[in-house]
């Protein structure tokens, strides 16, 4: 150790100090165990050092090289197998989905008088595209119920903020595969939380505004007013392209099925296809050999042709099973596929994450522009979202794949905020695109969802990312992400609350009126945000509030602390599966953390 500083005082340490600390420990050799670190000491949303504990490259023989080559060239074959096993079980996941919920969802948008309702609209939006698990088909029914006069443009914009709201759940099913280490499913649920947590501000503020004023359907019909736009080609689909050849070998589904159900023209009462296209054959009476007696072509003949229709080829095709049997079927598998395509891409990525290569990745996914332009970074993400979302076709995917490297601390909760958002204005230009191949009679009315889910999506990021403070989602996540690292069961809770329960209750309650939906859920609602205003002023201004309020220590304990609920579901959890992982001590070394070396007197 250096010499004691004079005066009884002890100097700031400096680099050098870490290196004498570096040295005097390195002669020491394992005579002492270091201290571990409490939980709180450090951040537990900082990046976690992904350190290279492998050979340097120099010190590595001829063979080692080549060795090391190989390894990293297949774990990146690994990498991309899994990912692209990954994005075709999400596809097939969403066909369980709609095979397991298409007929109820083509019922749901049959009462008129529900979809009246604001309330009611949102939460159909809600429960239609969870049950189909894509936003995009959820959209097409309701372009098609706006053009077949079935739907009003202003009943629709409710239900498309439910369909914004119901396409998070992917990444939130995404986040749950990560819950084995407490720190990896902090950052995955944050960040999953993050996306739901915009679309609910958003449509809390939103949807009241909507419905006294209708701002989004004014402004989308005069955006559609001031653009002469006309039919166009098809939007382009990359990512299928690629995942359909496996794909359809294994289910096709008719998703014209589930919009002809909502509008009323259901006829096919299975929803997976038989009939994969038609081939025209010419009559036998008309085809002569005169091609054969004499040259050139054969003259035209007032014929008919028949058409025969041609067989799918995937797994079940012409089988007797019911819709609902092969969707728990395609449901279990796409599940189990998922879970391990999850696991292996989080165990690849911490594999090939590591040092240098850490380091330049997050470097290039996590830096900032220089002073004065770093606030320029977060667009940029943005738009860089909305890009890749546009190239995928799918913001589930994209979301989807986003999670898991939140998770293994690539990617931070600042920056991925912005990705999201992204990814929700490139879905909303591709449905702007897929508009525009619509035929002339559906044209405008596609147009105009297609506008009002682009200016929702736009609204909120003016709303809650424009100004750095009201960046709430941000907070809001972090001690959501908490919360669920030390109960995992509340992600659960949340999972089933939020995207399941109270959308049904709230539906059951609008089949039974408008009146019965306003006197349970207003005092509800009212109950909700007085807790939060109490909430708020406990911390803030506590002496504005009267004193039995300034605490919550008058409730019973249950109503006040999570603790009662943790250990009632741990003991009914079979083999403690729901039970928070216990944390294992971390060893940090003061000469690997100057930080900490700088914190503590030497």
């Given at each position: 150790?250096?010499?004691?500083?004079?005066?009884?005082?002890?100097?700031?340490?400096?680099?050098?100090?870490?290196?004498?600390?570096?040295?005097?420990?390195?002669?020491?050799?394992?005579?002492?165990?270091?201290?571990?670190?409490?939980?709180?000491?450090?951040?537990?949303?900082?990046?976690?050092?992904?350190?290279?504990?492998?050979?340097?490259?120099?010190?590595?023989?001829?063979?080692?090289?080549?060795?090391?080559?190989?390894?990293?060239?297949?774990?990146?074959?690994?990498?991309?197998?899994?990912?692209?096993?990954?994005?075709?079980?999400?596809?097939?996941?969403?066909?369980?989905?709609?095979?397991?919920?298409?007929?109820?969802?083509?019922?749901?948008?049959?009462?008129?008088?529900?979809?009246?309702?604001?309330?009611?609209?949102?939460?159909?939006?809600?429960?239609?595209?969870?049950?189909?698990?894509?936003?995009?088909?959820?959209?097409?029914?309701?372009?098609?119920?706006?053009?077949?006069?079935?739907?009003?443009?202003?009943?629709?914009?409710?239900?498309?903020?439910?369909?914004?709201?119901?396409?998070?759940?992917?990444?939130?099913?995404?986040?749950?595969?990560?819950?084995?280490?407490?720190?990896?499913?902090?950052?995955?649920?944050?960040?999953?939380?993050?996306?739901?947590?915009?679309?609910?501000?958003?449509?809390?503020?939103?949807?009241?505004?909507?419905?006294?004023?209708?701002?989004?359907?004014?402004?989308?019909a005069l955006a559609l007013e001031a653009a002469s736009l006309q039919p166009g080609g098809a939007a382009p689909d990359i990512l299928k392209v690629l995942t359909q050849p496996l794909t359809h070998l294994i289910v096709q589904l008719d998703a014209d099925v589930i919009v002809n159900s909502a509008t009323g023209n259901a006829t096919n009462s299975s929803l997976i296809k038989r009939w994969c296209g038609?081939?025209?054959?010419?009559?036998?009476?008309?085809?002569?050999?005169?091609?054969?007696?004499?040259?050139?072509?054969?003259?035209?003949?007032?014929?008919?042709?028949?058409?025969?229709?041609?067989?799918?080829?995937?797994?079940?095709?012409?089988?007797?099973?019911?819709?609902?049997?092969?969707?728990?079927?395609?449901?279990?598998?796409?599940?189990?596929?998922?879970?391990?395509?999850?696991?292996?891409?989080?165990?690849?990525?911490?594999?090939?994450?590591?040092?240098?290569?850490?380091?330049?990745?997050?470097?290039?996914?996590?830096?900032?522009?220089?002073?004065?332009?770093?606030?320029?970074?977060?667009?940029?993400?943005?738009?860089?979202?909305?890009?890749?979302?546009?190239?995928?076709?799918?913001?589930?995917?994209?979301?989807?794949?986003?999670?898991?490297?939140?998770?293994?601390?690539?990617?931070?909760?600042?920056?991925?905020?912005?990705?999201?958002?992204?990814?929700?204005i490139g879905t909303t230009t591709t449905a702007l695109l897929a508009a525009l191949a619509s035929p002339s009679n559906m044209l405008s009315s596609a147009l105009q969802v297609a506008l009002i889910h682009f200016f929702f999506n736009l609204a909120g990021i003016l709303l809650w990312y424009m100004v750095p403070i009201l960046r709430l989602p941000i907070p809001l996540a972090k001690r959501f992400g908490?919360?669920?690292?030390?109960?995992?069961?509340?992600?659960?809770?949340?999972?089933?609350?939020?995207?399941?329960?109270?959308?049904?209750?709230?539906?059951?309650?609008?089949?039974?009126?408008?009146?019965?939906?306003?006197?349970?859920?207003?005092?509800?609602?009212?109950?909700?945000?007085?807790?939060?205003?109490?909430?708020?002023?406990?911390?803030?201004?506590?002496?504005?509030?009267?004193?039995?309020?300034?605490?919550?220590?008058?409730?019973?304990?249950?109503?006040?602390?999570?603790?009662?609920?943790?250990?009632?579901?741990?003991?009914?959890?079979?083999?403690?599966?729901?039970?928070?992982?216990?944390?294992?001590?971390?060893?940090?070394?003061?000469?690997?953390?100057?930080?900490?070396?700088?914190?503590?007197?030497?």
């Amino acid at each position: 150790m250096p010499n004691s500083v004079t005066g009884g005082q002890v100097n700031p340490p400096t680099l050098d100090t870490v290196g004498l600390v570096d040295q005097s420990l390195g002669n020491a050799g394992t005579s002492s165990s270091a201290p571990a670190l409490e939980e709180g000491d450090m951040d537990p949303w900082a990046l976690p050092q992904l350190k290279d504990t492998g050979q340097p490259w120099k010190e590595l023989s001829v063979a080692g090289r080549v060795r090391r080559v190989l390894l990293g060239v297949l774990k990146a074959c690994g990498l991309l197998g899994s990912l692209y096993l990954f994005i075709c079980s999400l596809d097939i996941l969403s066909s369980a989905f709609q095979l397991l919920g298409s007929k109820v969802a083509g019922d749901i948008f049959k009462d008129n008088v529900v979809l009246s309702n604001p309330v009611a609209g949102l939460v159909i939006g809600v429960l239609v595209t969870v049950l189909v698990q894509s936003s995009s088909t959820s959209s097409s029914i309701v372009v098609s119920m706006v053009a077949s006069n079935l739907l009003t443009v202003r009943a629709s914009v409710p239900i498309i903020m439910g369909v914004n709201v119901g396409t998070s759940i992917t990444s939130t099913l995404v986040s749950m595969a990560q819950s084995g280490d407490r720190d990896e499913f902090r950052r995955a649920f944050g960040g999953s939380a993050v996306h739901g947590i915009f679309n609910w501000l958003t449509v809390l503020l939103l949807l009241p505004l909507e419905s006294a004023v209708g701002t989004l359907e004014k402004l989308s019909a005069l955006a559609l007013e001031a653009a002469s736009l006309q039919p166009g080609g098809a939007a382009p689909d990359i990512l299928k392209v690629l995942t359909q050849p496996l794909t359809h070998l294994i289910v096709q589904l008719d998703a014209d099925v589930i919009v002809n159900s909502a509008t009323g023209n259901a006829t096919n009462s299975s929803l997976i296809k038989r009939w994969c296209g038609t081939r025209k054959e010419p009559d036998q009476g008309n085809s002569s050999h005169c091609g054969a007696v004499t040259p050139g072509p054969c003259p035209e003949r007032n014929g008919s042709a028949t058409a025969e229709q041609l067989p799918c080829h995937h797994l079940f095709v012409g089988t007797a099973l019911t819709d609902l049997a092969v969707g728990f079927i395609l449901l279990a598998g796409s599940l189990l596929l998922l879970c391990s395509c999850l696991v292996l891409v989080v165990k690849l990525l911490n594999s090939v994450l590591r040092g240098r290569i850490a380091r330049a990745v997050r470097t290039v996914i996590n830096a900032d522009f220089p002073f004065p332009f770093g606030g320029l970074s977060g667009y940029l993400a943005i738009l860089v979202g909305a890009g890749l979302t546009f190239v995928l076709q799918s913001s589930s995917v994209f979301t989807a794949a986003i999670v898991p490297l939140m998770g293994v601390g690539v990617i931070s909760l600042e920056r991925a905020y912005p990705l999201f958002l992204g990814s929700n204005i490139g879905t909303t230009t591709t449905a702007l695109l897929a508009a525009l191949a619509s035929p002339s009679n559906m044209l405008s009315s596609a147009l105009q969802v297609a506008l009002i889910h682009f200016f929702f999506n736009l609204a909120g990021i003016l709303l809650w990312y424009m100004v750095p403070i009201l960046r709430l989602p941000i907070p809001l996540a972090k001690r959501f992400g908490d919360l669920t690292a030390r109960y995992r069961w509340v992600a659960v809770a949340y999972l089933l609350l939020s995207f399941l329960l109270l959308p049904l209750a709230t539906f059951g309650l609008s089949l039974a009126g408008n009146t019965v939906l306003a006197a349970v859920g207003g005092p509800l609602v009212a109950l909700v945000l007085l807790v939060v205003l109490v909430n708020v002023l406990q911390r803030q201004r506590p002496a504005w509030l009267p004193r039995p309020l300034r605490s919550w220590a008058w409730l019973p304990r249950w109503l006040r602390s999570l603790e009662p609920w943790d250990r009632l579901v741990s003991r009914c959890c079979p083999c403690r599966a729901c039970s928070p992982p216990p944390a294992a001590p971390k060893e940090a070394h003061c000469y690997e953390n100057p930080e900490i070396l700088a914190s503590q007197q030497l």
